[in-house]
């Protein structure tokens, strides 16, 4: 599906058949439809565009995962006009930790912080879904190119130019890569990015469970890597009765997750009861089981002429803390603040200072949470017996430590360090 929204006047004469618009954004994933959202709501023309159909990326066979949106991600949404299209979402309200699927260890409430929740779970065709709408609701200022496959980068003196599989070239004042772990345009403006794989896959899917959640996540510390229940919306069932969900996030060894993707229902089940304990009463699948391949890499610098890395081109992290896309929201919402001056005082939408505080701002950030989650994998993902002693011990101590406990949830909700207006639930 190809929408059209705004007949964007081309650049001069000599490139009349090229596409124009002031930013294009390539990635119309969680962060790159975000960041569209948010510029062209501030007037900003922008075009997206897509390999994937956007039909098809609302479907629960694209993407079953459900994301930790921490408090401070939810206020960007609610800000650029997302959130209210957000259909079902469940509050975290507290975070269990422990090493092992029975020694409870580390506990997070919110009420120690205030009335607010700590985040909330919502899966990623539920989020896809509100951005749509979003997207929509500003078509005035968004073209929206999809399916279409970015194949070339370049930039010449006024513009970043793109091409597109069909041959169509676009042409913007700046370009946002905000396509994935695997960015093209990244490679082709030349940004080396370092890092490396972990032996562990992350399998994910829904289950159903007879008792409530009660909106408690629940992390378990295994000898393979972290196993997280995470409270997701009720649904109805056809008799009206209500069914309590969670989203599972499994972390497996690589040489093993193959064997349990291949259980048959009854049989994967019995291994995730294994892991959860009973206090869920009996679980059952809903819809189907998604691995993904888990990785730590990070991009050699952030901007280059004419063009910026947002989200997972950018920089990918472990899922362990749940909080790779909240720190592509967190380029989102510094990104549309300095673009949204620039537009104000009329500047160059890719003036170097801006692009240059835009790396400072966030490159930091998002290093330290994943040298964070690479710590805490490495940490936990083992059964040596002195080093789980010494997490034991840590996690104990932090768990008497009102003021650290309460710092950590702090991080969790995202509300610290240096937070962008439109996070702080501030107006631009
Ligand atoms: C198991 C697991 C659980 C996770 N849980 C959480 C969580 O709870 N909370 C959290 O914060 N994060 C979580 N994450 C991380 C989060 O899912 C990612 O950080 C996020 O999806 C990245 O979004 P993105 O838009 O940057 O990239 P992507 O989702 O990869 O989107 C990139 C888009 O670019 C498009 N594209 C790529 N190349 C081209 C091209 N050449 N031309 C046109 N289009 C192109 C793709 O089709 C895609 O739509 C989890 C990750 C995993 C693996």
Known sequence: MESKASPHPPASAD????????????????????????????????????????????????????????????RLLAAIGVWSHVAATASIREIRVSDGPSLFFLHYDHAQLGNEPLGFMAENRVLRRALACALQENAQHVLR????????????????????????????????AADGR??????????TVSGWSYPQVGIVGTIGHARPHDHIAHEHFLPAGPFAILPLADERAS???????????????????????KL?????????????GSFLGPLHLIGPRFS??????????????????????????HPIAGQGVN????????????????????????HPSGLARYERWRRADNLLMAGVTDILNRLFSNDVGPVRLARDLGLGVVNRLPAMKKLLMRHAMGTVGDLPRLMRGEAL
């Open 327 to 350: 720190l592509g929201w967190r380029d989102v919402a510094a990104l549309t603040e300095i673009l949204v001056d620039a537009q104000r005082l009329g500047l160059d939408l890719a």
């Open 145 to 176: 190119l999809a399916p279409a496959a970015v194949t070339g980068f370049s930039q010449d003196a006024d513009s970043a130019v793109l091409t597109l599989n069909d041959g169509r070239r676009l042409r913007a004042q700046l370009a946002i």
């Open 182 to 191: 695997d960015s093209l345009v990244r490679d082709l403006a030349g940004i």
């Open 292 to 317: 993904h391949p888990l990785g730590l890499q990070f991009a050699s610098r952030y901007v280059e002429k004419r063009l910026v890395l947002a989200g997972d081109a950018a920089h990918g992290i």
């Open 239 to 261: 008799d009206g009765t209500a069914v309590h969900r969670s989203s599972l996030v499994w972390t497996e060894r690589s040489d093993a997750a193959d064997a349990y993707l």
């Open 15 to 74: 490139v009349a058949a090229d596409i124009a618009a002031d930013i294009a954004i390539v990635g119309g994933g969680l962060v790159g439809a975000a960041l569209a959202v948010a510029l062209a709501r501030h007037g900003i023309k922008v075009a997206v565009i897509d390999r994937v159909d956007p039909a098809a990326m609302v479907d629960e066979r694209f993407d079953g995962r459900a994301s930790a949106v921490a408090l401070s991600s939810q």
């Open 264 to 276: 048959d229902d009854a049989a994967f089940l019995a291994a995730i009861a294994e892991r959860v």
